[in-house]
């Protein structure tokens, strides 16, 4: 069996740059790679629906500015299947069946679960279908028979409830579905990157993103306004870069070039970080090389993200081709799925053979 990447986001609003450097940017280079069979990128409407039930056209209308986003990251739709969640009916089906797999107090131990619960104010009445995002998560992942999810180590929970759900289905019914692997990040930085109010996670409810297609004004208003060490409050004073928003971004985004190219006072990031703690470095300049690097990220994908924009019938064309791939490749894994658990009726030669031999004598 080859190696399969599934991973997606929920079209709640435009990526931004956590996305980018949780799984977007990897997403990219592993596409590219060669190493991997095939690549299946899901906008997860469906999932986004379970804590958006009321507010269905906010949805509806994200899903084309994530799927820009994608391409505009150099997602290659000939290299990977872009594909919208609901629109594979088949991945429905699989997460009904791994429902009777997942109790519910498994179910509230989950970290990612807890959190999300807590941040939604949704202690006291939480839906459904939310409280079972990690079985449909699952459903996701095994639909495509994926062997690697790239994600964020926020994500490490969800992906171990999937393998839980992964041997316990196959405990019963057999050798069926594929365990996944997690990809986390290779840089620490980009793990889990904060909001630029220094917040711990950069969230778009919580209004503290840079997203990727910001205009050069919005980022540079986001980035001057960046929280950094509250202490450092004149030049001369010795300022922290632990939890310093600011150094946490340059530790995601800093190359050595980037010195020669924006401050050639510096030759490295670790020097830089020397003279701001002994003192004498204000935030500003430090504000306005890392925002300076950004743009040197974001122009290009900002630039192509213009011209899809100019053609917006070819992207949906391009999303209805892969969720028509998608759901041919999720079909085969469900047809497994109720062939292992024998439910498979029409398709079972020797079931109606063997009522026939019972019924006639």
Same mark, same amino acid.
Not at 33 to 37: A, I
Not at 163 to 168: A, G, M, S, T
Not at 197 to 202: H, I, L, Q, S, T
Not at 306 to 317: G, L, Q, R, Y
């Given at each position: 069996m080859g190696?399969?990447?599934?991973?997606?986001?929920?079209?709640?609003?435009?990526?931004h740059l956590g996305h980018f450097v949780g799984?977007?940017?990897r997403r990219v280079e592993l596409q590219n790679?060669?190493?991997?069979?095939k690549v299946f990128i899901m906008i997860a409407d469906a999932q986004a629906l379970t804590d958006n039930a009321d507010n269905p056209e906010k949805i509806r209308q994200n899903i084309i500015e994530v799927a820009l986003d994608y391409l505009a990251c150099g997602i290659d739709p000939t290299k990977s299947t872009i594909f919208i969640q609901s629109q594979v009916a088949e991945l429905c089906e699989l997460a009904f069946y791994y429902m009777n797999l997942v109790t519910v107090s498994r179910l509230q131990r989950?970290?990612?679960?807890?959190?999300e619960i807590q941040m939604r104010n949704f202690e006291t009445s939480i839906p459904v279908g939310f409280f079972t995002y990690p079985i449909s998560q699952a459903s996701d992942i095994t639909a495509f028979r994926a062997t690697t999810v790239p994600a964020g180590e926020d994500q490490q929970p969800m992906i171990e409830q999937a393998?839980?759900?992964?041997?316990?289905f196959n405990g019963i019914y057999g050798d069926t579905l594929v365990e996944p692997e997690i990809l986390l990040p290779d840089?620490?930085?980009c793990m889990r990157l904060p909001g630029t *109010?220094?917040? &711990?996670?950069?969230s778009k409810s919580l209004g503290n993103c840079i997203y990727l297609s910001d205009s050069p004004e919005e980022v540079r208003k986001r980035v001057m306004s960046m929280y950094t060490d509250p202490d450092h409050i004149r030049v001369e004073d010795p300022g922290k870069v632990e939890g310093n928003t600011v150094f946490t971004y340059l530790d995601a985004f800093c190359r050595p070039e980037h010195f020669a190219q924006y401050w050639p006072d510096y030759s490295s990031l670790d020097e830089l970080k020397a003279h701001y703690m002994r003192g004498g470095l204000g935030d500003v300049k430090v504000k306005k090389f890392l925002y300076a690097i950004l743009e040197e990220l974001l122009t290009p994908i900002r630039e192509r993200r213009?011209?899809?924009?100019? *053609?917006?019938? &070819?992207?949906?064309?391009i999303l209805k081709r892969g969720s028509e791939a998608a759901r041919a490749v999720a079909a085969n894994t469900l047809a497994d799925v109720r062939s292992a658990m024998r439910i498979n009726y029409f398709d079972d030669a020797e079931l109606i053979a063997e009522q026939s031999r019972k019924f006639q004598g």
């Open positions: 190696k399969i990447i599934l991973t997606g986001d929920r079209p709640t609003g435009r990526l799984s977007l940017r790679s060669g190493l991997f069979d989950n970290p990612t679960v807890k959190t393998r839980e759900i992964v041997r316990r840089n620490a930085a *109010d220094g917040k &711990a996670k950069m213009k011209e899809w924009e100019k *053609d917006i019938p &070819a992207v949906f064309e």
